[in-house]
């Protein structure tokens, strides 16, 4: 009995260090940046531990646009003027597939469960799906103008693109792949990013110089917050958005409570492509012009660390693992 | 001026989308010179937003606001096309300025969202003044023509730099 008592403490004992491990460090913890280069025509395989690029693997076609799967096996990279979508075997660090998709293909996002793939075609005005596996197109559906950055929720119900020349957020039911609903936001809206828990989406408007803030059940524009010029994309991390201003060189941070901007920080020049670590401590934001990846230590508010990447790092999408 | 006209509309029947659009792949030119004089005399010379008559192509600069962000301008050329541009940044303290192009012709400078940062650093008697830009060509979809690709729009923007950069360090270093 006693043995028995002693046992069962110690399993929870063992429970209650697995359950606060698992809290600190929230997801699962990510190893490695994949850097779209545009004008390299390459793609930077950056370890985060050291800030050294490890791989540069060729794509050609100008890179912009890159996705996870779920797992971190494969990346998803779009080539804009090749027309194409390159699925990467992130562990073998080389080119596993290429896959012809519409004229001007930039967004990309990966389904979390299903093995689908959305991407973004800026001049065929449509989201693309692709079977990740086969390497097929399924269904293509109708956006709005330019459709640029897509998001999917968490619980893959729903895929979300920013339709940059319909200033208008489309949502498509990721079941059916039918557009299902649409809510206008800022002008141009490029980046969108959806929170952890599915509740909220955040647009960065190039045109207006904000962010607006969707409430994804309603539908509706919950607030609209004022930011640096031009900004591009959206990451969030410690209860804080980190939003990418191009022509200002620098990143926004907004109080996700109160929905403010709480502090700016100086980047390199022309920040675009932004992702956060799942556990909050860091941030990265990929300088286009200054071929940089730069690390902002999110409790410091400062970038305290730079990887030198390829010609012309655009990283639009979730581009961590 | 009603061929240009014509010809701008004939643009725009074609390609409706060109205005607004936003194509895939953003171009970048830096060109930099070496001047012997300190920075803070080059900055002189460079730092006043509303001056641009160190520039060899510029006939005419009129604008307003002085140097304050959102000021505008209006450059001339001496060939007679003009070029609209707006104050993004000013740091006198970096000795450095940003700006974009509000409005241009695409057979004046054959870009589209453009917007530089003109900097001087150094210390004693040298400075290097360089000169940054980010563009997209000047046609706006897929395939364009010759005159209005990647090359073209690169090679453009590299000539205003040069030839300005070039005569810059000339006018500086013979006292001017």
């Known amino acids: ?321 | 001026m009603v061929r240009a006209l014509a010809f701008g509309l004939a643009l725009l029947a074609l390609f409706p989308v060109a205005a607004s659009a936003h194509g895939p792949t953003r171009q970048k030119v830096t060109e930099t010179v070496e001047i012997n004089a300190p920075p803070e005399k080059v900055w002189e010379v460079i730092g006043n937003f509303q001056d641009m008559s160190w520039h060899p192509a510029v006939a005419k600069v009129e604008g307003e606001g002085g140097n304050a962000v959102d000021a505008t301008r209006v450059l001339t050329l001496g060939s007679g096309g003009t070029i609209a541009e707006k104050l993004l940044k000013y740091d006198p303290d970096k000795k450095s300025y940003k700006y974009e192009i509000t409005d241009v012709d695409v057979r004046v400078l054959p870009v589209n969202n453009y917007s530089s940062t003109l900097s001087v650093k150094g210390e004693g008697g040298t400075s290097v003044v360089e000169w940054r830009g980010a563009f997209y060509r000047g046609f706006m979809n897929n395939d364009p023509p010759p005159e209005l690709s990647d090359e073209a729009a690169r090679t453009a923007v590299t000539g205003v730099y040069r030839a300005g950069l070039d005569a810059l360090k000339a006018k500086i270093e013979a006292g001017g």
Not at chain 1, 71 to 82: M, N, R, S, W, Y
Not at chain 1, 277 to 293: E, R, S
């Open chain 1, 1 to 321: 009995m006693g043995a028995h008592i002693e046992r069962l403490w110690w399993a929870l004992g063992l429970a209650a260090l697995a359950l606060s491990g698992a809290l600190a460090a929230g997801r699962p913890a990510v190893t490695e940046a994949f850097v779209t280069n545009q004008s390299a025509d390459t793609l930077s395989i950056v370890e985060l531990a050291s800030l050294k690029v490890v791989q540069t693997i060729e794509i050609g076609g100008k890179p912009a646009g890159i996705a996870m799967s779920h797992d971190g096996k494969l990346a998803f990279v779009t080539a804009p003027e090749g027309k194409e979508l390159i699925v990467v075997d992130a562990a073998a660090r080389r080119v596993a597939r290429r896959i012809k998709v519409g004229r001007g293909p930039l967004g990309v996002a990966a389904h979390p469960t299903n093995g689908q793939v959305y991407v973004a075609d800026w001049y065929a005005h449509k989201i693309f799906v692709v079977d990740s596996k086969t390497g097929t197109i399924g269904a293509q559906v109708e956006v709005g103008k330019s459709p640029s950055g897509v998001a999917v929720t968490p619980d893959g119900r729903l895929v979300l693109s920013a339709d940059r020349d319909s200033n208008e957020v489309s949502f498509i039911d990721a079941a059916t792949n039918r557009r299902v609903g649409g809510t206008m936001v800022g002008e141009r809206p490029f980046g969108i990013t959806i929170d952890a828990e599915g509740k909220r989406a955040y647009t960065a408007n190039v045109g207006s110089n904000d962010v607006s803030v969707l409430d994804i059940a309603s539908g509706k524009v919950v607030a609209t917050v004022p930011v640096g010029r031009r900004p591009y994309a959206v990451a969030l991390a410690g209860g804080r958005a980190f939003v990418t201003n191009q022509y200002a060189s620098s990143v926004s941070v907004i109080d996700l409570a109160s929905l403010k901007v709480v502090a700016t920080v100086d980047v390199a020049e022309y920040p675009e492509g932004i992702a956060a670590d799942p556990d909050g401590a860091y941030v990265y934001v990929a300088c286009w012009f200054d071929n940089m990846l730069q690390r902002i230590d999110v409790a410091k508010m400062a970038v305290t660390g730079a990887a030198d990447v390829g010609d012309g790092p655009r990283a639009f999408g979730l581009f961590l693992r």
